[in-house]
């Protein structure tokens, strides 16, 4: 028989009690006698006498006649029950009692806490989740592309760099490490041919010393200009200071030397050679997104060094004061009309049309190698304009000269359909390309008016660009 214990009543197992002894516990207690029989012991059901086929499980204590046989301990060993053994006394029925209702008690809180925690465990899952989904949703549609956090600009009056000797630089970054998504760094000039060798680059934890993400390029793989070194942010949440150090390994030739940034305020923040501190820091661009958000580079931290060598798949154009922006059919000149407005501070770039034309601005280059697909947003940013279409083209810097000579565009390119759009309301037009580019293609911007409406108002302007593909 396997006996069921009643919630909150807590058990005893009387061991050579008399009758008398016996009914002092049964108020309070669920009771069961203890029989020793060859090779062993039963427990017997004080009721009906049967004997159980397991101890019960919520045991107070085993209560003995006088001193614990020996037979009795073992028992107790062998059948796991976690139980004292007790000796009875007169007081001990209700000091038993009494432990019997603390531990019902605490049970019943422990069970309390254990479907608070269940409750606890489903609301964080569904908070990670929403997160989850609405970071990658950001990311996704770059709504908040990586920014540039923090920057180091090279000291090219004083032509500073590392050493020809370098063997090891460590370099603090002072960013917050939650949201650090790459770095880069500037190189004065690319490595000859002739070298060899490779640099490893580490991001350490200053607190302890752990390594947590590293890099290793070959010194050809390092061109002249910014090397950004990116890594995916995913379940990355460490709230250490972050650590730059670099460690060479030349074979044979000169080693690719970074620059360096002028002397700060803090000297702690320098870079430190060949384990000697010294008083300027390497040049740096640090780059932030959103914490935990899949890498999504920028064109401005394009071309990247990327952990393990894992491609990335998408890169958001960088639409501010440095993009160039080219009225590459001299438009403005036709008819006296600024049609192509860069607008860095709203991150936009307007391409006005004009009726019966199309307008067309020029991003020389701004397709990386290994893009495949384009897709752009835009909107006419006012609520009185007429309808306006919108369309998209990658051509080569052959046809991009082609067209400047023409003063129109040439037939046979790689254009998108005509996207009709209202005004004040935000649409996208996506470009797939027969094939990914083997070399960086001219992106051109397109924009006319639908049949019957007016110039008037014309503000289309694409907000946002992004290139898939495979790069790196």
């Known amino acids: 028989m396997l006996f069921k214990a009643a919630a909150g009543v807590g058990w005893v197992l009387l061991h050579g009690l008399d009758t008398a002894s016996v009914e002092a516990y049964r108020p309070a207690l669920k009771t069961a006698l203890l029989q020793p029989r060859e090779g062993g012991m039963d427990v017997l059901d004080e009721t009906s006498g049967l004997a159980l086929t397991y101890p019960p499980q919520n045991v107070v204590a085993i209560v003995h006649a006088g001193e614990a046989p020996a037979e009795l301990q073992r028992w107790r060993d062998a059948a796991g029950v976690d ?143 910014w090397v950004t070194f990116a890594f995916d942010q995913n379940e990355r949440f460490w709230r250490k200071s972050p650590v730059l150090r670099l460690r060479y390994e030349t074979v044979t030739g000169p080693a690719p030397l970074f620059g360096l940034a002028k002397p700060q305020l803090r000297h702690d923040m320098a870079a430190c050679v060949n384990g000697q501190l010294g008083s300027r820091p390497l040049a740096l661009q640090v780059w932030q997104s959103v914490p935990g958000a899949p890498l999504n580079v920028s064109s401005q931290m394009w071309p990247v060094v990327l952990k393990d060598r894992e491609p990335v798949s998408q890169i958001e154009l960088a639409i501010d004061e440095t993009l160039p922006v080219a009225d ?69 810097p052959e046809q991009t000269q082609l067209a400047g000579r023409l003063g129109k565009l040439p037939k046979d390119i790689a254009a998108s359909d005509w996207v009709e759009l209202p005004p004040a309301v935000t649409g996208s037009v996506a470009l797939s390309l027969p094939e990914p580019l083997q070399s960086p293609g001219d992106l051109y911007l397109m924009t006319r008016l639908s049949p019957g409406q007016s110039s008037a108002y014309g503000w289309a302007q694409f907000l946002r660009v992004s290139f898939q593909g495979t790069f790196g």
Not at 113 to 128: D, F, G, K, P, S
Not at 157 to 167: H, K, M, Q, T
Not at 206 to 216: H, K, P, Q, T, V
């Open 328 to 396: 590459i059919l001299n438009q403005a000149a036709q008819d006296g009309f600024q049609r192509i407005t860069l607008l860095p501070a709203r991150k936009r770039i307007q391409v006005h049309p004009v009726e019966g034309q199309v307008s067309v601005a020029c991003l020389f280059e701004s397709c990386p190698l290994g893009t495949s697909r384009v897709v752009a947003e835009m909107q006419t940013d006012s609520p009185n304009a007429g309808q306006v279409e919108y369309a998209i083209a990658v051509l080569s």
């Open 83 to 225: 139980a004292p053994l007790v000796a009875h006394m007169p007081d001990t029925p209700s000091t038993l009692a009494a432990v019997s209702r603390r531990l019902a008690q605490a049970a019943g809180r422990n069970a309390e806490l254990i479907l608070r925690l269940a409750e606890l465990r489903a609301v964080h899952e569904e908070v990670q989740n929403s997160y989850n989904a609405l970071r990658n949703y950001v990311c996704e549609n770059g709504l908040v592309p990586p920014r540039l956090g923090f920057i180091n600009q090279p000291d090219t009056d004083g032509g500073a760099f590392l050493p020809e000797s370098v063997s090891e630089v460590l370099q603090p970054l002072p960013v917050d490490s939650r949201s650090l998504c790459g770095f880069s760094l500037y190189l004065s000039a690319q490595a000859p041919n002739s070298a060899e060798g490779r640099l490893l680059v580490d991001l350490v934890a200053a607190e302890d010393d752990d390594i947590r993400l590293s890099w290793r390029a070959s010194y050809k793989e390092l061109t002249q200009g």
